[in-house]
Each structure stands twice: as structure tokens, then as C-alpha cells.
């Protein structure tokens, strides 16, 4: 007896077709052929790969072009328009927007999310109480990790830190950064090193999101990170600044974040939209070139960072489409490259948020079932899914497409 059969499901890194029991929320056999009672879904040799990971990702500030425009396309533009908007966020209204995004990121392969939550006196917790509040609703189909963070600065937000102790001490999973909006941004990193060392929490920051390569926070927090002997607990985020290093200085600041064990992620969406708006011709890209680190040992994920908002007026929640946006701008195209874009969509991610991304007897039966025969092909083609599963149980169907031929 199974609970549900896969049947003809191309793995990765095998090469005949495999049958999929599934009992009691777990993968409990993997045969050519197996026979038994209950729903068969036939993949018909389509991929089947653990969910995609989404690693950096802002549910409580998404869905609202209709109350916050940024005027001049630049990142100060869209953190003055949120800030401006935040003012009349509440719980219900962060709640129903982060749950619009949340279905969305569902049918679009994504089983797990680190999202980031602004907190500060504005705010208060009501953004944090309403992904609290997802997190518990959407647990069946989607695991949520929550990031508490200070937009707007830390020291020089007085009542700031206080909120955010109070999130870490009901329910945040760990604390991010954003050192350019502090009057200190040496002493927001000290200061958050000292609290994620308190609590025992990871850290995440935004970080370097200019063009600038003649100053950078990235060292102090690579400091820090050996000071406290936080490596391998540091991720930071944007990191504009690298995609204008020249070759030598790039390597340099590889073996700086390998030796402090500080992970890289890119937001290609969000980097592209908002940088070189000051070049009225060879528009730099702006995004930093993950898979370079990545060949050297660094953890570097692909994420959306936000949709629809100020930040980045697009989204579907893609982690495919925005993989491929990756490769496409970094130029990228063999099979091996590919195949490292989806890794950063998938396998990196799963490690940062402590998950196993393997299909194998005994493991949970989370994954989803694709259109292709390979990861590369996933990302080459921008693949949506077809069907997801999460513990055992469909959590969504996205049927091919009908033609109608006369």
C-alpha cells in the first residue's frame, strides 16, 4: 500500500527511469518498477527535484505599486516610498499580501522561504505578527524562516534593538542587517554580531548595494564574522560593489569571505533594476558574479528579493525564470553553468536553511516534477512545474497546455 506512486520519474545523476513510493509523508521505495495501491501520477519522464528554495525574499513589503511608486527608480527613491507606505501597513494588510505572494511562489515550485520582516518604531511587530501568522497557515505546502531587520537603521533608530529582541524572543529565526542606512554602520555590525551571538542566531545582511568599488561594509562584517567565530553563519545579500572589481581585487575578497565563511546572495531583479540609473550609456549590470565565488567554495544563492513593489516592479515568484535572468545577464550557457544556476536555486539554498534536498528512501517527500530531463534544461527554459508535493500530500497541479490543432 502507498499513500501516492510517481511513476517514470527522471532523477538527477541517473540514467533509466524510477518509480517513487510514498507512505506516511516519506519516500519508502525507489525501484524501475513498482506496483501498488493508490493515486499514480505518471511523470512520464519529466525531472523530479526537491522544491526550490527561495533565500532571500521581502513578504511584508510586496504587492503594493498601488500606494508606493519610486519617482526616480533609484534605491533611495524605493526605500523613502516604502518607508512612506509602511506607515499604513497593519497585520491583516501584510498578512493578505504576503499570502498573495506565498500561492504564488507554490505553483512556482517553491517549498521553503527565508523571507527578511523590517522592524522598527513605525512598523512596530505587525509586520513580523503577520508572517508569524503564514508561517503557521501555509506550513502544509511551504516552510517559512524569518528574518527580523532593521531598514532604517539601528543606532540611530532609538526603540529599534528593543523590537528586535522582542521578535528574536518570540519567534524570529534570525537577524539581518543593513548597515548603509545607520549614522554608524561599524557599530549596527558590532552590535549585531553581540545580539546573534546572545541569541544564537545566524545573520543576514543587506549590504554594498552601490556601484562604489573604492569603499565597502563587507570587510567589517568579515571581521566580525571570525571575531565572534561566526563562520559559515553569515550570509549578505546584493553586494553590488563586486560586479565592478577588477580581477585581482575579486580574488582578493573571495579569500576574505572564505576565510570568514560568509555566503553570497544575488537578487538579479532588484540589482538590475535599480543600479547604473546614473550612465546615460554602457549601463553597468550591477550584479555580482555569483557563480565565480561559488566555483571557489562560497555559499552563493539566486533570489527574488521583492515583488511588486518600489524595490522590483515584476514578479511571478519564479526561482526558475529567475535563475535563468541570472545566467542570461552573466552570460552563462553550458550545461555544467547551467546546472550551477540551479544549484543556486536549489542546492545552496537548501543547506543555508538546514534542509535536505535529496530524493531517496527515508527522506520526507517534498519535492516537485518538471518539464525537463535535466537542471540545466530547467534553467535554460525557464520550467514551471507541474505538480508539488510536501510531506507526503499535493500541494498544487499546473497542467500542460492543450493545443487544439484544426
Known amino acids: 500500500m502507498f499513500d501516492y506512486l510517481v511513476k517514470n520519474a527522471c532523477l538527477h545523476g541517473e540514467n533509466t527511469l524510477l518509480d517513487l513510493g510514498i507512505a506516511d509523508g516519506k519516500i519508502v521505495e525507489i525501484a524501475q518498477s513498482i506496483t501498488g495501491d493508490g493515486p499514480v501520477f505518471d ?4 525531472l523530479v527535484t526537491a522544491g526550490f528554495v527561495e533565500s532571500h525574499l521581502h513578504l511584508d513589503k510586496a504587492c503594493i505599486l498601488d500606494r508606493a511608486k519610486n519617482e ?34 507554490i505553483t512556482q515550485g517553491t517549498n521553503a522561504i527565508r523571507t527578511h520582516v523590517e522592524i522598527d518604531p513605525g512598523i512596530g511587530l505587525a509586520g513580523f505578527n503577520a508572517i508569524k501568522r503564514l508561517k503557521v497557515d501555509y506550513a502544509w505546502a511551504m516552510d517559512i524562516e524569518i528574518c527580523v531587520f532593521p531598514q532604517e537603521g539601528l543606532l540611530n533608530y532609538p526603540g529599534t534593538e528593543e523590537l528586535l529582541r522582542e521578535a528574536l524572543e518570540n519567534g524570529a529565526d534570525l537577524l539581518g542587517g543593513c548597515p548603509y542606512m545607520d549614522t554608524d554602520p561599524d557599530g549596527q555590525i558590532l552590535r549585531l554580531f553581540e545580539m546573534a551571538q546572545e541569541y544564537d542566531v545566524d545573520l543576514d545582511f543587506h549590504l554594498d548595494f552601490d556601484l562604489d568599488g573604492s569603499w565597502r561594509h563587507l570587510d567589517e562584517v568579515a571581521r566580525q ?21 577588477p580581477k585581482p581585487q575579486l580574488e582578493d575578497t573571495i579569500a576574505i569571505m572564505r576565510d570568514a565563511g560568509i555566503g553570497l546572495t544575488v537578487l538579479p531583479a532588484t540589482d538590475l533594476f535599480l543600479t547604473g540609473r546614473d550612465h546615460d550609456h554602457s549601463v553597468p549590470r550591477g550584479v555580482a558574479p555569483a ?36 545566467a542570461n545577464v552573466s552570460q552563462l550557457s553550458t550545461e555544467a553553468e547551467l546546472e550551477n544556476c540551479f544549484a543556486m536555486i536549489a542546492d545552496a539554498p537548501a543547506k543555508l536553511l538546514g534542509r535536505s534536498n535529496r530524493i531517496a528512501v527515508g527522506e520526507t517527500a517534498s519535492f516537485i516534477i518538471l ?16 505538480l508539488g508535493m510536501k510531506d507526503g500530500r499535493v500541494t498544487f497541479e499546473h497542467p500542460a497546455a492543450r493545443l487544439f490543432h484544426p
Open 43 to 46: 511523470a512520464a519522464g519529466q
Open 72 to 105: 526616480t527608480g533609484t534605491l533611495a527613491g524605493a526605500i523613502s516610498a516604502v518607508a512612506n507606505a509602511k506607515s499604513g501597513f497593519t497585520e491583516d494588510d501584510v498578512y493578505a499580501r504576503g499570502a498573495k505572494v506565498i500561492e504564488k511562489a
Open 225 to 245: 564574522s571570525i571575531a565572534f567565530g561566526w563562520q559559515g553563519r553569515v550570509m549578505i545579500g546584493h553586494v553590488t560593489k563586486l560586479s565592478v572589481l
Open 291 to 326: 557563480h565565480k565565488l561559488a566555483a571557489h567554495g562560497v555559499c552563493c544563492t539566486i533570489a527574488t528579493n521583492n515583488v511588486l513593489n518600489p524595490f522590483t516592479p515584476y514578479g511571478d515568484c519564479s526561482l526558475s525564470r529567475m535563475a535563468n535572468l541570472y
Open 371 to 386: 518539464p525537463a530531463q535535466s537542471r540545466a534544461q530547467v534553467v535554460s527554459e525557464i520550467s514551471r512545474p507541474v
